[in-house]
């Protein structure tokens, strides 16, 4: 069975600085996707970036940006120029390429201070 | 922008009562979820509906009941509930099958409380 493990419950970054979160997971597939869910307080979760594991290049959007280490099973998120609209809490998720289901980590409470 | 939307936003019930939590997406994915969250904790999956058809159960307790009337569509029916059912009940949809089967996309969700 896959898991995924964040191993920072809770981060602190000041504004317009820059914040790496964790994310390890375990698989066997060679073949998966790789998920951050940001989830801000009360609010809907949404997609903040994907990895296809086939991909040797790191994902990035916008302020967002990974490092995928495929080898290493680890799928870290950076957040550069953090903003308070950051503050939320986020999910590393994975997901077989033909699965029905994702695997969340345990997630990371992220406070974005002024 | 939510495009996937979930009726009621908050419930309160008894454990005696019978209520319904809807969902709905126009966004033609085919594959649709419920999750429960307790707080600070990440979603756990209960069911999954690929083209309308029951595909995965989490040996969620039978008074958790969901339907998929239509490929848009997609409710969770709660009868007997105990006090510890009480949580965030998200609902998300995907594309379906295939090898790009997609992100979730998650509904606002339906707080529930069961007295």
């Known amino acids: 069975a896959q898991t995924v493990t964040q191993s920072q419950p809770e981060m602190s970054v000041q504004e317009a600085e820059t914040v790496t979160l964790s994310c390890t997971y375990d698989t066997s597939e060679s073949d998966y996707y790789l998920f951050w869910y940001k989830q801000p307080p009360s609010r809907q979760m949404i997609l903040v970036i994907r990895?296809?594991?086939?991909?040797?290049q790191n994902a990035t959007e916008n302020r967002f940006s990974v490092n995928f280490q495929k080898a290493a099973k680890s799928f870290s998120l950076k957040i550069s120029d953090s903003q308070l609209g950051d503050a939320a809490m986020y999910f590393c998720a994975y997901r077989n390429t033909n699965a029905g289901k994702s695997t969340f980590g345990d997630g990371t409470t992220l406070t974005v201070k002024p | 922008d939510t495009e996937v939307t979930q009726t009621p936003k908050h419930l309160v019930m008894g454990m005696t009562n019978k209520k319904s939590l809807k969902c709905e997406q126009h966004m033609g994915h085919r594959a649709m979820y419920w999750y429960k969250q307790k707080a600070k904790k990440p979603p756990e999956l209960m069911f999954v509906?690929?083209?309308?058809?029951?595909?995965i159960n989490e040996s969620v307790p039978s008074r958790f009941s969901p339907e998929c009337p239509n490929s848009s569509l997609l409710n969770l029916h709660l009868h007997a509930l105990q006090p510890e059912d009480s949580a965030l009940y998200l609902c998300a949809s995907s594309r379906g099958r295939g090898r790009w089967t997609g992100e979730l996309f998650f509904g606002e969700g339906s707080r529930l409380t069961v007295l």
């Open positions: 509906y690929s083209y309308e058809k029951l595909s």
């Open positions: 990895q296809e594991a086939y991909k040797q």
